[in-house]
């Protein structure tokens, strides 16, 4: 069983900056892939940024450039930097991680509970 807390969302203004935290604690041997994915009511929960151990980034088209994700390893914890943001960016966003419990054990993976990230001005 793996705990994911998030924090860091909010309410902003249009072209304001937010930064999300995501920190992984329980049974943990290693951390794969690490990242970001959001909901907005009446659309499917879609990728925002995901960043593997090897250092590998995806982001969504519409996020390129104006959000990075990073990862601190030592802390199990994952960040969304996200600048210029837009009001289509207003989504419940969900923190998302895939690991393993024992050495060459199988993957498994887990979400955080999502935190609101609202743009308006």
């Known amino acids: 069983q793996v705990q994911l807390v998030e924090s860091g969302g909010g309410l902003v203004q249009p072209g304001g900056s937010l930064r999300l935290s995501c920190a992984a604690s329980g049974s943990l041997f290693s951390i794969n892939v690490m990242g970001w994915y959001r909901h907005t009511p009446g659309k499917q929960r879609e990728l925002v940024a995901t960043?593997?151990?090897?250092?590998?980034?995806n982001y969504a088209d519409s996020v390129k450039g104006r959000f990075t994700v990073s990862r601190d390893d030592a802390k199990n914890t994952v960040y969304l930097a996200m600048n210029s943001l837009k009001p289509e960016d207003t989504a419940v966003y969900f923190c998302y991680v895939q690991y393993t419990t024992r050495p060459g054990g199988i993957f498994y993976a887990d979400w955080g509970q999502g935190t609101q990230v609202s743009v308006s001005s």
């Open positions: 960043l593997t151990s090897g250092g590998s980034t």
